[in-house]
Nanobody, 118 residues
Framework: QVQFVESGGGLVQPGGSLRLSCAAS????????ASWYRQAPGKQRELVAA???????HYIDSVKGRFTISRDNAKNTVYLQMNSLKPEDTAVYYC????????????WGQGTQVTVSS
C-alpha cells in the first residue's frame, strides 16, 4: 500500500513562509504526477497545486504567485514552498499522486498543519 508522509507545517505570522515536504513510499513520485491538497476546518479538501513528472504545474487562483510546487524524482519527494502566507491558508495540507486527480484515494497521510496567525 502506498504511504505518504507530509512534514514542514507550523505556526507562522501573516506574510511568512513555510516549505512543506511529502515523501512517498516505493517509487510513486518517480512514476506519477503529484498534487498538494488542503483541508480547512469545516471545509472540504481542496486541490492546491499539482506537478507532472516533467515539471508542468497547476495552481488554484488563490495561491498563484505565492506558492511553488516542485519535485525531486530521485528522492521520491514533492515540495510546496509557501510565501506571503495569509490566515485563509490555514489548513491541514496533504499530498497524493496524480495531476489534479487523486490516484490513491485510500492512502492519505496524516497531513501537516499550517496555521497562519498573528
Amino acid at each position: 500500500q502506498v504511504q505518504f508522509v507530509e512534514s514542514g507545517g507550523g505556526l507562522v505570522q501573516p506574510g511568512g513562509s513555510l516549505r512543506l515536504s511529502c515523501a512517498a513510499s516505493g517509487s510513486v513520485f518517480s512514476i506519477y504526477a503529484a498534487s498538494w491538497y488542503r483541508q480547512a476546518p469545516g471545509k472540504q479538501r481542496e486541490l492546491v497545486a499539482a506537478i507532472t513528472r516533467s515539471g508542468y504545474t497547476h495552481y488554484i487562483d488563490s495561491v498563484k504567485g505565492r506558492f511553488t510546487i516542485s519535485r525531486d524524482n530521485a528522492k521520491n519527494t514533492v515540495y510546496l514552498q509557501m510565501n506571503s502566507l495569509k490566515p485563509e491558508d490555514t489548513a491541514v495540507y496533504y499530498c497524493n499522486a496524480g495531476f489534479t486527480t487523486t490516484l490513491f484515494n485510500d492512502s492519505w497521510g496524516q497531513g501537516t498543519q499550517v496555521t497562519v496567525s498573528s
